[in-house]
């Protein structure tokens, strides 16, 4: 039975429910339904890192941010995974195996979430994070606040995800796309366990483009600099924690 907070949205323990029973087909389901064009937004979400750093995929599912991280750094530095979904982090090792890379870059995963940031007490250079954030909305000060102790003084974010469109045309069209097309591919994928209505319905609840980037100047962070897609649809948001 799906719990709920006492205003209808899902709590965390269902959205972390949602994710196990969605792992095996999710890799494919991102590719399909957005065209290709997810691994191009992440290269840019990963457009901060250089040699020799440490980074943090927030929240890594199956290590879309992380393995491609741990592939630039060749190497140098080290990437940590961290998920609240351990089905999402055997995936992502499966994944890392078949890289060839496996023993020769230092990655590992975390079976942690969010909310208990920091989990380590040697801070990161960089903390990432692709379509992540907003599941996490009923924590998200929290969250702030812990990836902000998590980073060096000079560290950087860089997060990526899916905002409500602020055009109301865009809005509709964006909708019809998700409840036709979308929903399809995902019942087939998915079957009864695809959520059909999940993924507009987190953007609606989310801070939008403004509000977030507010959030951010408020948790401590600096230099805050958003960057739109697909009309509105995809963000990306990159800070600085002061030195």
């Known amino acids: 039975m799906q719990k709920t907070t006492p205003h209808g949205k899902p709590d965390s323990d269902t959205i972390q429910n949602m994710f196990n029973r969605l792992a095996a ?8 339904t957005s065209f290709g064009l997810a691994s191009l937004w992440r290269r840019e979400t990963l457009a901060p890192l250089e040699p020799g750093m440490r980074v943090l995929d927030l929240g890594c599912g199956t290590g879309d941010l992380a393995l491609e991280a741990v592939q630039r750094l060749e190497g ?44 380590e007490s040697e801070p990161y250079d960089l903390v990432v994070s692709g379509f992540v954030l907003r ?13 902000h102790r998590s980073l060096k003084p000079g560290g950087k974010i860089s997060f990526l995800d899916i905002t409500e469109p602020p055009k109301t045309w865009v809005g509709a069209l964006w909708k019809f796309y998700m409840t036709t097309f979308t929903a399809l591919v995902g019942k087939i994928l998915f079957g009864k366990d695809y959520p059909v209505f999940y993924l507009t319905e987190s953007a609606k609840r989310f801070l939008n483009v403004a509000e977030f980037s507010r959030k951010l100047g408020e948790t401590g962070f600096q230099g805050i600099r958003t960057r739109s897609h697909l009309f509105g649809i995809i963000t990306i948001y990159q800070a600085r924690k002061p030195f």
């Open 135 to 147: 599941n996490l909305y009923q924590n998200i000060d929290l969250i702030l606040k812990g990836v």
């Open 76 to 119: 140098s530095g080290e990437v940590v995974g961290l998920d609240f979904s351990e089905k999402m982090l055997f995936f992502a090792q499966k994944r890392y195996e078949k890289t060839g890379l496996n023993g020769r870059h230092k990655i590992r995963w975390a079976l942690k979430k969010a909310e208990e940031l920091p989990i």
């Open 25 to 32: 087909r999710y890799d494919l389901f991102n590719h399909l």
